[in-house]
């Protein structure tokens, strides 16, 4: 076993604030696979392959999973501030 020292306030103030930072990193991740999803539909869209309501469907669903994953990261964020906070 290595002995760990316990976390710092100021050790555990830079790790939540590295925390922030991963979960704007997904945040972001997903906004651009939403965005390149939503691009896909127009594609098909304007080629016939699917129609307009077909499209609009396509969104409003992928718009959905995109808040749930993000209210996900949200929620992990959230229990990790806690986490570390804690004494």
């Known amino acids: 076993r290595v002995p760990l020292p316990a ?5 555990r103030k830079i790790y939540t604030k ?7 990193q997904s945040r972001i991740s997903i906004r ?3 965005r390149d999803i939503i ?6 869209q304007k080629s016939s392959e699917i ?3 077909d499209e609009r469907k396509g969104q409003d669903e992928v718009q ?9 990261v949200e ?3 959230v229990s990790k501030e806690r986490d570390l906070m804690e004494i």
Not at 18 to 24: I, L
Not at 39 to 44: G, N, Q, S, V, Y
Request: hydrophobic share 30%; proline share 0%; no cysteine.
């Open 32 to 34: 651009n696979i939403r």
């Open 7 to 11: 976390l710092t306030e100021e050790t």
């Open 18 to 24: 590295q925390a922030k930072s991963e979960a704007e």
């Open 39 to 44: 691009t896909k539909f127009k594609t098909l």
């Open 75 to 77: 929620q992990l964020l």
């Open 51 to 53: 129609t307009e309501d």
């Open 64 to 72: 959905k999973i995109t808040d749930l994953y993000i209210s996900k």
